[in-house]
């Protein structure tokens, strides 16, 4: 019997969009920090209430499909934000090591309320 990795982007997802809809997929009820280069974005049109919530403005249309976004440097002030108000967060980040022309990316964190992280922050590489 073959183990299976879950904690990585699998092979076949070399775009952007669907390695966020894995992603959503695995991580299902939790807001996606999903890291692209020095943003984090958010392509689902059911992040509408969490982009409101942030106070996040629609990006105009780009090929990746990005919906909205902010800054990384802006990342930990809107995760206490959203742990404030009761939701648990997991954080996607690049890796370095590229599928095709799209970086591979991996869970780093995950945050619940009045919790603590389920895997650390740390170098994904």
């Not at 904690?7 to 070399?14: A, M, V």
């Not at 648990?88 to 599928?99: F, M, N, P, S």
Request: charged share 20%.
């Amino acid at each position: 019997m073959r183990l299976t990795r879950t904690d990585r982007t699998p092979p076949g997802l070399r775009r952007t969009l669907q390695q966020y809809r894995y992603f959503r997929w695995r991580f299902k009820g939790d807001v996606l920090f999903f890291q692209v280069g020095r943003f984090v974005e958010f392509y689902h049109p059911a992040d509408a209430g969490i982009a409101a919530l942030l106070g996040l403005a629609s990006m105009a249309h780009n090929r990746r499909g990005a919906l909205w976004g902010f800054p990384l440097a802006q990342a930990s002030r809107h995760l206490r934000c959203l742990l404030r108000k009761g939701y648990a967060v997991t954080c996607i980040a690049e890796t370095g090591r590229y599928l095709t022309a799209v970086q591979a990316r991996v869970p780093v964190g995950r945050f619940v309320p009045g919790g603590v992280p389920k895997y650390g922050l740390g170098n994904p590489h």
